[in-house]
């Protein structure tokens, strides 16, 4: 079974950075492509970025491009996600997920999820 436990969401200003990290128990960790998504509130959850199991393919929504950057380490079994310039409308839960990387920019291409962490940005 394979576990993944979000941290590092916080309440920040317009314009602030932050870096989420994914916690991935299992020794399969660099088998999996793993991504981001998030939710607002009332919102369906949408894609963020992921990455390849080698980190050599990354992806990002239209939204976040340019200002988040992903990133993964595969001997600490941990995901990132480090995210500049933050904008109000970037605030939600955001989750990290671990899949086969067939299909990684949509929810169904993942098998395992983490239980999310808030990121709250003010204007």
């Known amino acids: 079974q394979v576990q993944l436990v979000e941290s590092g969401g916080g309440l920040v200003q317009a314009g602030d950075s932050l870096r989420l990290s994914c916690a991935v128990s299992?020794?399969?960790?660099?088998?999996?492509?793993m991504g981001w998504f998030r939710q607002a509130p009332g919102k369906e959850r949408e894609f963020v970025a992921a990455i390849s199991w080698s980190a050599g393919t990354r992806y990002y929504a239209d939204s976040v491009k340019g200002r988040f950057t992903i990133s993964r380490d595969n001997a600490k079994n941990t995901v990132y996600l480090q995210m500049n310039s933050l904008k109000p409308e970037d605030t939600a839960v955001y989750y990290c997920?671990?899949?086969?990387?067939?299909?990684?920019?949509?929810?169904?291409?993942?098998?395992?999820w983490g239980q999310g962490t808030q990121v709250t940005v003010s204007s």
């Open positions: 997920a671990a899949g086969n990387g067939l299909n990684s920019k949509v929810t169904y291409g993942y098998n395992y």
């Open positions: 299992g020794r399969t960790f660099s088998r999996y492509a």
